[in-house]
């Protein structure tokens, strides 16, 4: 079969999902970073919204991120990043869309808010967001195990760890931290940021403070990109 060819940007968190279930797959593939102020021609014509990650695989051209992590886990199906029976997998796909639809425009609105009170509802938000996760995903579906669904990783712990990753950058501009009432998610985000293939595709704390604080406008604090 051929190799994937795989359309990507370092800062992208959608990317990130992909490099990582690429990599847990252990699928051959090649890779272009694209700088998405100075899109090539090639890449507009495979992401036809000009948007990371997309990939094209023989004739096939594919975007957006959850799309192309299905297609990859059934042309790939070892390992296997959903359970195989239709219920388990209805339910992780519940998850994944939690983590699109509820904690990503959370996180998204606590950092971004345009005032205060915008940032204040998004901190509120993300924080519901984090207790939910903590009772009803974490403590209920895990079963002990250290990740969403037990024992192994899934493509519902890979739709969630990008912005897991990009907490430093909460507490740098929001002065916020996990709350202690989320030991679980505490325990799962040290072993997922763990394994290789998260290594792999992470940024430095640095990266991100320097990145959000020209997005943000927001000064940066002497030696705070060193923490």
């Known amino acids: 079969m051929s190799t994937v060819h795989l359309y990507f940007a370092k800062a992208s968190t959608f990317s990130q999902r992909t490099r990582v279930v690429l990599l847990e797959k252990g699928i051959e593939f090649t ?14 014509q495979t992401s036809r919204y000009g948007k990371v990650p997309a990939i094209k695989h023989g004739d096939l051209e594919i975007y957006e991120s959850a799309i192309i992590n ?5 042309v790939f199906p070892q390992p296997p990043l959903l359970p195989y029976s239709p219920g388990a997998k209805a339910v992780a796909r519940i998850w994944i869309d939690y983590a699109n639809t509820r904690l990503v425009p959370a996180f998204n609105k606590f950092l971004r808010g345009k005032h205060t009170e915008e940032q204040e509802q998004g901190r509120r938000e993300f ?3 984090l207790l939910y996760i903590e009772q009803e995903g974490l403590g209920k579906l895990s079963g002990n195990g250290p990740y969403f669904l037990g024992d192994k990783l899934s ?4 739709s969630f760890y990008p912005w897991f990753e990009r907490l430093p950058v909460l507490e740098h501009f929001r002065h916020f931290n996990l709350p202690t009432e ?3 998610i505490q325990r799962w ?3 997922v940021r763990d394994r290789e293939s998260v290594k792999t ?4 704390v640095e990266f991100y403070i320097e990145r959000f604080t020209k997005v943000l406008g927001e000064p940066v604090a002497v030696g705070a990109a060193q923490k």
């Not at 890779?31 to 507009?44: G, H, W, Y």
């Open 201 to 204: 595709v992470a940024n430095p």
């Open 189 to 191: 985000w040290d072993t």
């Open 70 to 74: 299905e297609y990859l886990e059934e």
């Open 127 to 129: 924080t519901e967001a």
């Open 155 to 158: 493509l519902v712990d890979i």
């Open 31 to 44: 890779s272009v970073e694209i700088d998405l102020q100075n899109k090539p021609a090639d890449f507009t």
């Open 182 to 184: 989320t030991p679980r």
